[in-house]
Structure formats: C-alpha cells, structure tokens
C-alpha cells in the first residue's frame, strides 16, 4: 500500500513513508473491515464517521514538514489512526475527538497499536487547547467553513496548520497556513472530501 498508493502518488519525505508502513492500520477499523484495512480508501468507523483514506493522512502528515521535536494538535481523532501515524514521528501528540464513544475506542486503538504517547482529550476541537499552546503544528481531519481562528491564534511562530476547509457534504480544498510573526501565509494544497467539522468555529450538528 505505502509503495503502490502513496510514494506512487507524490509523497516523498522519506520519514513520513517509514511512519505509515510503522502503524498497523488493521488495529483501527472495524474487525469486520479488517482485510479491507490496507485498500487505500476511506471506511466507516461508527458514529456516521470515517476513518481517512491512507493517501490523505501521509498527505497531510508531510505537509505538516514535522520535527522531532514538534509539539502537535490534531482536531477529529475519529478512530486514532492519523494520530499514531503522527506519533511515530514526534513524541508530543495531543489529540481533540467531539464524539465520546469514539475517544474511548481511539485510546483502546491506540494502546493496541503500542501508541503510548498520544494524549485523546474529548471536547470541542474547533476551540483548541489555549492551555498547551503554542503549537508547532496543528491538523483538522474534518472540514469547516473556514480555518477555526481559535486554532490559528494557536500555532507558535514558524507553525504549520493543515486543514479542509468548504462546503459541507460538497467541494473542500486542504489548505496550509504558516505563521511567520502576526502574518499567517495561506497555500491551497489541492481537492479533498472530509466529514463536517462541528463546533462553536465549525458547523452547528445536524
Ligand atoms: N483522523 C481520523 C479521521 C476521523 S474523521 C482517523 O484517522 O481516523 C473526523 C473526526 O472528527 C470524526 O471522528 C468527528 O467526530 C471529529 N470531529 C468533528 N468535529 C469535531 C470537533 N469540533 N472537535 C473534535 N472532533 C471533531
């Protein structure tokens, strides 16, 4: 999977290609979609969410251009897999899921995958963690409107946000912002389909 469908398809920081062959992705879908773990698609995880396809995350995973290092926040922990994929490259991973029931199945994912450093807050990702920031990097795997500002005021000084950003159920772009000082820089990265982003700075719930 890691040769045919990801460095085949442009993605070539060699650390980000040794993580992804590192995490077993069988561990965080669901035991009936287990041989369907290493297709390079989406799947349903429960709660009426995915877990993403395995291109997208080493997509954005090089695109966050991670240092040992970095402290990061991800945003949707879903089933905790782009979380452990982000742990093989830095030790300092905090994680925000809004869905409860699917905290407590990232933490049980992660804990047989041997993830050990990834702390799983559940709550309102859209609103980060002002506590533990500035952040290095920060990646939402679920689109919003726009970037949370919440999560912007987050990223410390030469940091990297990755997020879709878009319509709801419709076209999203995966867009990256750098802070350099008081400036934020904004590069479109490309087409994507991610779940809604809900939240006091994403969508109202359905
Ligand atoms: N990174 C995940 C992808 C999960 S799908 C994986 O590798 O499996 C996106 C997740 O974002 C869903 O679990 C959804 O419940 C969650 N989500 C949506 N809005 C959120 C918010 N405001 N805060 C935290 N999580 C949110």
Do not use: C
């Not at 950003?165 to 400036?183: N, T």
């Amino acid at each position: 999977m890691v040769d045919d469908d990801i460095a085949a398809r442009g993605v070539g920081d060699p650390r980000v290609l040794a993580a992804m062959r590192a995490v077993p992705r069988e561990r965080f879908v669901p035991p009936a979609l287990a041989e369907l773990a290493y297709a390079d698609r989406p799947l349903p995880i429960g709660e009426g969410q995915t877990i993403s396809q395995p291109y997208v995350v080493a997509w954005m995973v090089e695109a966050l251009e991670l240092a040992p290092t970095d402290r990061v926040l991800e945003i949707g922990t879903g089933s905790g897999y782009a979380a452990a994929v982000l742990a093989q490259l830095t030790p300092h991973v905090w994680s925000i899921e809004r869905v409860p029931a699917l905290a407590a199945r990232a933490r049980a994912n992660l804990a047989a995958a041997d993830v050990t450093t990834v702390q799983v807050i559940e709550g309102d990702g859209t609103l980060g963690l002002p506590a533990l920031a500035p952040f290095d990097a920060i990646v939402l795997t679920a689109a919003g409107p726009a970037v949370p500002p919440a999560l912007s005021a987050q990223l410390a000084d030469g940091g990297r946000l990755v997020a879709p950003v878009g319509v709801q159920d419709g076209p999203q772009e995966l867009v990256r912002l750098r802070r350099a000082g008081a400036r934020l820089e904004l590069e479109a990265l490309g087409a994507v389909q991610f779940v809604p982003l809900i939240g006091a700075q994403g969508f109202a719930p359905r």
